[in-house]
């Protein structure tokens, strides 16, 4: 027969096992967070790139980015470069677009757009056969300004980013490979990390519009020294 918790305080009961909930202030949960990841984290981290794998930790509670998350040389030092120069971040989703924290992107003269909802980018796509996302790439690449790309969902923009880069026609000053899936995700990944372009990359499998925005805002608040 299940048996219903009963709350008893700070304790919770449930069947034969005794749960103590933590109580925490609200401001001080997410520094409680990063504690406990801290502490669980079996491998040590280079201080560098430490803020961003904690960061994406944290919004995944996969504890596998530590070992995935890869970057190239120099990467975070190029993206830092960026922001403070006040550089536009494209991705592409809407919903890694509003992971992304506002108050700092304006805090740092930066803006963060998608261009994947834009009905040119929607009539390229339905006239020549490929993705939004493919062309939402192009379109990015003409627009003339610096660009960090993070990509969090469709490998045909990791894809097209390698593409056009190999071209000449595309070279953002950091991309963020993180899409998530099973058909050409690993080799959009495997593209990415034999350019020479800079990058943070999640290989494997995962990744996600949430690691996309979550890499963002770490190196935001890297940044804004934070």
């Given at each position: ?42 491998a040590r981290i280079p201080d560098e790139i430490k803020p961003i794998v904690l960061r ?64 040119d980018v929607a009539k390229t796509a339905s006239q020549r056969g490929i993705t939004r ?64 372009l800079p990058y943070i990359a999640a290989m494997g499998r995962k990744g996600g519009s ?17």
């Amino acid at each position: 027969m299940c048996k219903t918790p009963v709350s008893k305080g700070n304790f919770r009961e449930k069947g034969d096992r005794i749960l103590k909930t933590e109580y925490v202030l609200p401001s001080e949960i997410e520094k409680r967070s990063f504690e406990i990841i801290e502490s669980e984290l079996k491998a040590r981290i280079p201080d560098e790139i430490k803020p961003i794998v904690l960061r994406v930790i944290h919004t995944t509670a996969d504890f596998d980015f530590a070992d995935n998350l890869k970057f190239s040389e120099n990467a975070v030092k190029h993206a830092l470069e960026a922001i403070k120069s006040g550089v536009t971040i494209v991705t592409d989703t809407n919903m890694a677009r509003a992971g992304i924290n506002r108050a700092a992107l304006e805090k740092l003269g930066c803006r963060a757009v998608c261009f994947m909802a834009d009905e040119d980018v929607a009539k390229t796509a339905s006239q020549r056969g490929i993705t939004r996302a493919a062309a939402s790439v192009e379109k990015a690449a003409r627009q003339g300004f610096p660009v960090i790309y993070a990509v969090g969902n469709a490998p045909t923009a990791l894809i097209e980013i390698c593409e056009s880069a190999a071209r000449g026609e595309f070279s953002p000053a950091l991309v963020i490979g993180a899409p998530v899936g099973f058909v050409n995700v690993i080799q959009s990944k495997e593209m990415l990390v034999n350019t020479r372009l800079p990058y943070i990359a999640a290989m494997g499998r995962k990744g996600g519009s949430t690691v996309a925005a979550a890499i963002v805002n770490a190196l935001l608040y890297m940044a804004g020294g934070r």
